[in-house]
Protein backbone atom coordinates (compact mmCIF):
# COMPACT_ATOMS: atom_id res chain seq x y z
CA UNK A 1 0.00 0.00 0.00
CA UNK A 2 1.23 3.38 -0.75
CA UNK A 3 1.07 5.94 1.63
CA UNK A 4 0.08 9.22 0.37
CA UNK A 5 2.33 12.41 1.23
CA UNK A 6 1.05 14.72 4.30
CA UNK A 7 0.22 18.00 3.42
CA UNK A 8 1.33 20.95 4.65
CA UNK A 9 -1.65 23.21 5.67
CA UNK A 10 -1.70 26.81 6.78
CA UNK A 11 -5.10 27.63 8.84
CA UNK A 12 -5.35 31.20 9.56
CA UNK A 13 -7.92 31.90 12.66
CA UNK A 14 -9.73 28.38 13.30
CA UNK A 15 -9.04 29.21 17.28
CA UNK A 16 -13.18 28.60 17.74
CA UNK A 17 -16.12 26.81 16.69
CA UNK A 18 -15.57 24.95 12.96
CA UNK A 19 -11.95 26.43 12.88
CA UNK A 20 -11.10 23.69 15.68
CA UNK A 21 -13.05 20.88 14.03
CA UNK A 22 -11.22 22.07 11.14
CA UNK A 23 -7.94 21.27 12.41
CA UNK A 24 -8.54 18.27 14.16
CA UNK A 25 -9.91 16.63 10.73
CA UNK A 26 -6.78 17.54 9.44
CA UNK A 27 -4.53 16.14 12.14
CA UNK A 28 -6.34 13.49 11.73
CA UNK A 29 -6.22 12.52 8.06
CA UNK A 30 -1.95 13.12 9.12
CA UNK A 31 -1.70 16.34 7.46
CA UNK A 32 1.20 18.86 8.84
CA UNK A 33 -0.66 21.98 10.11
CA UNK A 34 0.30 25.77 10.63
CA UNK A 35 -1.80 27.70 13.15
CA UNK A 36 -1.04 31.45 12.52
CA UNK A 37 -2.89 33.91 14.99
CA UNK A 38 -1.96 37.00 16.67
CA UNK A 39 -1.08 34.66 20.15
CA UNK A 40 -4.38 35.67 22.20
CA UNK A 41 -5.13 31.90 21.85
CA UNK A 42 -3.15 28.86 22.11
CA UNK A 43 -3.79 25.99 19.33
CA UNK A 44 -4.55 22.77 19.64
CA UNK A 45 -1.67 20.44 20.21
CA UNK A 46 0.05 18.64 17.40
CA UNK A 47 0.11 21.88 15.70
CA UNK A 48 3.28 24.34 14.28
CA UNK A 49 2.06 28.01 16.27
CA UNK A 50 2.90 31.15 14.26
CA UNK A 51 2.51 34.49 15.57
CA UNK A 52 1.32 37.15 13.77
CA UNK A 53 -1.06 40.25 12.81
CA UNK A 54 -2.39 39.26 8.96
CA UNK A 55 -3.13 42.96 9.05
CA UNK A 56 0.29 43.78 8.65
CA UNK A 57 2.31 42.75 5.56
CA UNK A 58 5.77 42.91 7.29
CA UNK A 59 4.40 40.89 10.46
CA UNK A 60 2.48 38.06 8.58
CA UNK A 61 6.44 37.75 5.89
CA UNK A 62 8.63 37.60 8.97
CA UNK A 63 6.81 34.86 10.68
CA UNK A 64 6.42 33.11 7.65
CA UNK A 65 10.08 33.08 6.72
CA UNK A 66 10.73 30.92 3.73
CA UNK A 67 7.68 28.36 4.53
CA UNK A 68 5.02 27.02 1.71
CA UNK A 69 2.41 25.10 2.05
CA UNK A 70 0.46 23.16 -0.37
CA UNK A 71 -3.12 24.44 1.12
CA UNK A 72 -3.72 27.41 3.30
CA UNK A 73 -7.29 27.92 4.74
CA UNK A 74 -8.26 31.34 5.70
CA UNK A 75 -10.76 31.72 8.29
CA UNK A 76 -10.21 35.16 9.29
CA UNK A 77 -10.36 37.43 6.14
CA UNK A 78 -13.07 40.33 6.28
CA UNK A 79 -11.95 43.03 3.98
CA UNK A 80 -10.28 43.61 0.81
CA UNK A 81 -7.37 45.31 2.74
CA UNK A 82 -6.60 42.04 4.54
CA UNK A 83 -7.08 40.00 1.19
CA UNK A 84 -4.70 42.08 -0.98
CA UNK A 85 -2.05 41.52 1.61
CA UNK A 86 -2.44 38.04 1.86
CA UNK A 87 -2.50 37.30 -2.14
CA UNK A 88 0.73 39.43 -2.04
CA UNK A 89 2.49 37.42 0.77
CA UNK A 90 0.90 33.97 -0.80
CA UNK A 91 1.41 34.46 -4.17
CA UNK A 92 4.32 31.45 -5.02
CA UNK A 93 4.06 30.07 -1.09
CA UNK A 94 0.72 27.60 -1.63
CA UNK A 95 -1.31 25.86 -4.35
CA UNK A 96 -4.47 26.32 -3.08
CA UNK A 97 -6.21 29.47 -1.06
CA UNK A 98 -9.72 28.38 0.99
CA UNK A 99 -11.24 31.44 2.12
CA UNK A 100 -13.95 31.12 4.20
CA UNK A 101 -17.04 33.37 2.59
CA UNK A 102 -20.46 33.96 3.89
CA UNK A 103 -24.34 33.71 2.77
CA UNK A 104 -24.18 37.52 3.42
CA UNK A 105 -22.23 38.44 0.28
CA UNK A 106 -26.00 37.66 -1.27
CA UNK A 107 -27.77 40.26 1.40
CA UNK A 108 -28.36 42.28 -2.21
CA UNK A 109 -30.50 39.27 -3.48
CA UNK A 110 -33.93 38.40 -2.59
CA UNK A 111 -34.38 35.77 -4.95
CA UNK A 112 -37.36 33.05 -4.42
CA UNK A 113 -35.31 30.26 -5.54
CA UNK A 114 -31.87 29.37 -3.84
CA UNK A 115 -29.56 31.49 -5.39
CA UNK A 116 -26.47 30.43 -7.37
CA UNK A 117 -22.73 31.32 -7.11
CA UNK A 118 -23.20 33.88 -10.52
CA UNK A 119 -25.18 35.67 -8.67
CA UNK A 120 -22.15 37.53 -7.58
CA UNK A 121 -19.35 37.57 -9.83
CA UNK A 122 -16.25 38.45 -7.42
CA UNK A 123 -15.03 39.43 -11.37
CA UNK A 124 -17.98 42.32 -11.48
CA UNK A 125 -17.49 43.76 -7.57
CA UNK A 126 -16.10 47.20 -7.10
CA UNK A 127 -13.09 47.28 -5.01
CA UNK A 128 -12.62 50.51 -2.42
CA UNK A 129 -9.27 50.06 -0.36
CA UNK A 130 -10.14 53.42 0.98
CA UNK A 131 -13.23 52.91 3.13
CA UNK A 132 -12.80 52.90 6.54
CA UNK A 133 -12.47 49.11 7.07
CA UNK A 134 -10.32 49.36 10.55
CA UNK A 135 -13.11 50.58 12.24
CA UNK A 136 -15.12 47.89 13.81
CA UNK A 137 -18.46 49.19 14.11
CA UNK A 138 -17.78 49.60 10.32
CA UNK A 139 -16.91 46.91 9.73
CA UNK A 140 -19.58 44.93 11.53
CA UNK A 141 -22.03 47.00 9.58
CA UNK A 142 -20.60 46.22 6.18
CA UNK A 143 -20.14 42.59 6.84
CA UNK A 144 -21.48 41.10 3.86
CA UNK A 145 -19.60 43.56 1.49
CA UNK A 146 -16.11 43.14 3.32
CA UNK A 147 -16.49 39.44 2.45
CA UNK A 148 -17.43 40.80 -0.95
CA UNK A 149 -14.99 42.53 -1.96
CA UNK A 150 -12.37 40.37 -0.49
CA UNK A 151 -13.20 37.80 -3.00
CA UNK A 152 -12.98 40.28 -5.40
CA UNK A 153 -9.60 41.20 -4.65
CA UNK A 154 -8.51 37.26 -4.78
CA UNK A 155 -10.27 36.69 -8.25
CA UNK A 156 -8.79 39.54 -9.94
CA UNK A 157 -5.80 37.92 -10.09
CA UNK A 158 -5.89 34.61 -12.57
CA UNK A 159 -2.93 33.14 -11.11
CA UNK A 160 -4.04 33.08 -7.86
CA UNK A 161 -5.93 29.96 -6.95
CA UNK A 162 -8.46 30.39 -4.73
CA UNK A 163 -11.63 29.38 -3.54
CA UNK A 164 -14.62 31.06 -1.54
CA UNK A 165 -16.71 28.93 0.39
CA UNK A 166 -19.86 30.81 0.59
CA UNK A 167 -21.07 29.60 4.27
CA UNK A 168 -24.65 29.49 5.10
CA UNK A 169 -25.84 29.67 8.58
CA UNK A 170 -23.95 27.60 10.85
CA UNK A 171 -26.00 26.13 13.67
CA UNK A 172 -25.31 23.32 16.56
CA UNK A 173 -22.13 22.55 18.90
CA UNK A 174 -22.15 23.42 22.68
CA UNK A 175 -19.90 25.90 21.49
CA UNK A 176 -22.02 27.95 19.42
CA UNK A 177 -20.54 31.58 20.89
CA UNK A 178 -22.85 33.50 18.48
CA UNK A 179 -26.31 33.44 21.31
CA UNK A 180 -28.55 33.32 18.43
CA UNK A 181 -30.73 30.24 19.13
CA UNK A 182 -29.93 31.62 22.49
CA UNK A 183 -31.98 34.60 22.01
CA UNK A 184 -34.95 32.25 21.13
CA UNK A 185 -34.39 29.96 23.79
CA UNK A 186 -34.37 32.32 26.53
CA UNK A 187 -38.03 34.11 25.11
CA UNK A 188 -39.74 30.39 24.50
CA UNK A 189 -39.01 29.49 28.48
CA UNK A 190 -39.87 33.37 29.69
CA UNK A 191 -42.87 33.02 27.38
CA UNK A 192 -41.87 36.40 25.67
CA UNK A 193 -42.57 37.64 22.36
CA UNK A 194 -40.08 37.04 19.29
CA UNK A 195 -39.91 39.90 16.97
CA UNK A 196 -39.95 37.91 13.42
CA UNK A 197 -40.89 40.24 10.29
CA UNK A 198 -44.65 40.07 8.69
CA UNK A 199 -43.47 38.30 5.89
CA UNK A 200 -41.09 35.83 7.02
CA UNK A 201 -38.98 34.27 4.74
CA UNK A 202 -37.01 30.70 5.00
CA UNK A 203 -33.03 30.75 4.92
CA UNK A 204 -30.21 27.63 4.43
CA UNK A 205 -28.58 26.43 7.19
CA UNK A 206 -25.25 23.95 7.44
CA UNK A 207 -24.32 22.17 10.81
CA UNK A 208 -21.06 23.26 12.40
CA UNK A 209 -19.63 19.81 11.97
CA UNK A 210 -20.57 19.89 8.46
CA UNK A 211 -18.64 22.56 7.24
CA UNK A 212 -15.79 21.38 9.15
CA UNK A 213 -16.16 18.54 6.69
CA UNK A 214 -17.38 20.52 3.85
CA UNK A 215 -13.65 22.54 4.37
CA UNK A 216 -11.75 19.79 4.84
CA UNK A 217 -13.10 18.44 1.22
CA UNK A 218 -12.32 22.22 -0.50
CA UNK A 219 -8.88 21.92 0.96
CA UNK A 220 -8.52 18.77 -0.88
CA UNK A 221 -10.50 19.23 -4.14
CA UNK A 222 -9.10 21.14 -6.91
CA UNK A 223 -12.14 23.48 -8.36
CA UNK A 224 -11.74 27.29 -7.80
CA UNK A 225 -13.65 30.12 -7.52
CA UNK A 226 -17.25 30.77 -4.85
CA UNK A 227 -18.75 27.71 -3.67
CA UNK A 228 -22.00 27.41 -1.57
CA UNK A 229 -21.96 25.31 1.17
CA UNK A 230 -25.66 24.63 2.98
CA UNK A 231 -27.07 22.04 3.97
CA UNK A 232 -30.38 20.68 1.79
CA UNK A 233 -33.50 21.91 2.14
CA UNK A 234 -34.71 25.80 3.81
CA UNK A 235 -35.56 26.40 7.53
CA UNK A 236 -38.14 28.90 8.88
CA UNK A 237 -38.21 30.69 12.28
CA UNK A 238 -41.02 28.57 13.03
CA UNK A 239 -39.07 25.26 12.91
CA UNK A 240 -36.12 26.74 14.80
CA UNK A 241 -38.89 27.69 16.96
CA UNK A 242 -40.05 24.34 17.11
CA UNK A 243 -37.06 22.35 17.70
CA UNK A 244 -36.41 24.59 20.87
CA UNK A 245 -39.31 24.55 21.99
CA UNK A 246 -39.39 20.51 21.83
CA UNK A 247 -36.62 20.93 24.27
CA UNK A 248 -38.25 23.16 26.54
CA UNK A 249 -41.37 21.83 27.72
CA UNK A 250 -42.54 24.52 29.64
CA UNK A 251 -41.49 27.24 27.12
CA UNK A 252 -44.13 28.41 24.29
CA UNK A 253 -43.47 30.08 21.40
CA UNK A 254 -45.05 33.79 20.93
CA UNK A 255 -44.26 35.19 17.89
CA UNK A 256 -44.62 38.92 17.79
CA UNK A 257 -44.98 39.84 13.61
CA UNK A 258 -43.41 43.55 13.04
CA UNK A 259 -43.52 45.40 9.50
CA UNK A 260 -40.33 47.28 10.24
CA UNK A 261 -37.67 47.53 12.57
CA UNK A 262 -35.36 45.36 14.36
CA UNK A 263 -36.25 41.76 14.21
CA UNK A 264 -35.01 38.28 15.79
CA UNK A 265 -31.78 36.56 14.37
CA UNK A 266 -32.61 33.89 12.07
CA UNK A 267 -35.60 35.82 10.70
CA UNK A 268 -35.36 37.37 7.43
CA UNK A 269 -37.56 40.31 5.29
CA UNK A 270 -36.21 38.54 2.51
CA UNK A 271 -35.46 34.56 1.13
CA UNK A 272 -32.04 33.78 2.31
CA UNK A 273 -31.65 30.26 0.33
CA UNK A 274 -28.38 29.44 -1.07
CA UNK A 275 -28.43 26.66 -4.13
CA UNK A 276 -26.14 24.14 -3.29
CA UNK A 277 -25.51 22.32 -6.80
CA UNK A 278 -22.17 23.17 -7.44
CA UNK A 279 -20.77 21.93 -4.39
CA UNK A 280 -22.47 18.63 -5.01
CA UNK A 281 -22.18 18.05 -8.60
CA UNK A 282 -18.13 18.58 -7.51
CA UNK A 283 -19.22 15.51 -5.25
CA UNK A 284 -19.78 16.89 -1.57
CA UNK A 285 -22.95 14.78 -0.15
CA UNK A 286 -24.49 17.15 1.85
CA UNK A 287 -27.02 16.32 4.72
CA UNK A 288 -30.68 17.90 5.07
CA UNK A 289 -31.19 20.58 7.18
CA UNK A 290 -34.06 18.92 9.52
CA UNK A 291 -32.97 16.06 9.92
CA UNK A 292 -30.04 17.61 12.17
CA UNK A 293 -31.51 20.65 13.70
CA UNK A 294 -33.56 18.71 16.90
CA UNK A 295 -29.96 17.75 17.26
CA UNK A 296 -27.81 20.89 16.65
CA UNK A 297 -30.31 22.52 19.19
CA UNK A 298 -29.32 19.81 21.88
CA UNK A 299 -26.24 20.52 21.66
CA UNK A 300 -26.16 23.81 21.57
CA UNK A 301 -29.01 24.51 24.57
CA UNK A 302 -27.07 21.88 26.39
CA UNK A 303 -24.43 23.90 27.83
CA UNK A 304 -26.97 26.25 29.82
CA UNK A 305 -28.44 22.89 31.83
CA UNK A 306 -24.52 22.00 32.83
Known amino acids: ?169 VLGGADDFTGRLDHYASRIRAREPIAVPFSNQPATYIHVEEIADFLVWAAGADFTGPVNAASHGPLTTVDLCEAIVAHIPEGKVVLQLVEVGEVSPFSFFRSYGMDNSRATKLGFVFRAAPAWLSAAVAETLEKDDN
Open 1 to 169: MVMEEAREILVIGGSRYFGKRLITRLLAAGDRVTVLNRGSSAPPPGVTHLVADRNDERSLTEALGSRTFDVVVDQVCYTPRQAEIARRVFTGRTRRYVMTSTVEVYEYEDSITPVREDAVDPLTVPVDLELPWEDPEFLDSHYGEGKRQAEAVFAAAPDFPYVAVRVAH
